[in-house]
Nanobody
Framework: VQLQASGGGLVQIGDSLGLSCESS?????????MGWFRQAPGKGREFIAA????????LYVDSVKGRFTISRDNAKNTVNLQMNILRPEDTAIYYC????????????????????WGQGTQVTVSS
């Protein structure tokens, strides 16, 4: 599976931004739980959010709860991350990732557990 993330950019504090991740190879994403991670300069890759294969379950890191929403459209092979009330500390490169799991598997927050990664898209929140 080849993943392509897009939608990053430069925004102001409090703005919103929507990221999208698609299967650029055309392969279906339905066998995969999907996650979003981010990496700020000098820091490790941080889990942000994940969504189950069917979209019915989601998981968020505490710092983005209530501000970010992950969703997916399996018919379009896309996964989205809507980010609201952005803060300077949200500045990072954002990556989407696919985790091949059975439908009832717990959502994974460990980046080493994901099988495929997109190339990343830069989000910069200016103060």
């Amino acid at each position: 599976v080849q993943l392509q993330a897009s939608g990053g950019g430069l925004v102001q504090i409090g703005d919103s931004l929507g990221l999208s991740c698609e299967s650029s190879s055309g392969r279906t994403l339905s066998p995969y739980a999907m996650g979003w991670f981010r990496q700020a300069p000098g820091k490790g890759r941080e889990f942000i959010a994940a969504v189950s294969r069917g979209g019915g379950r989601t998981l968020y890191v505490d710092s983005v709860k209530g501000r970010f929403t992950i969703s997916r459209d399996n018919a379009k092979n896309t996964v989205n991350l809507q980010m609201n009330i952005l803060r300077p500390e949200d500045t990072a490169i954002y990556y989407c990732a696919a985790d091949r799991v059975i439908n009832t598997a717990p959502l994974n927050t460990d980046p080493s557990g994901y099988d495929y990664w997109g190339q990343g898209t830069q989000v910069t929140v200016s103060s």
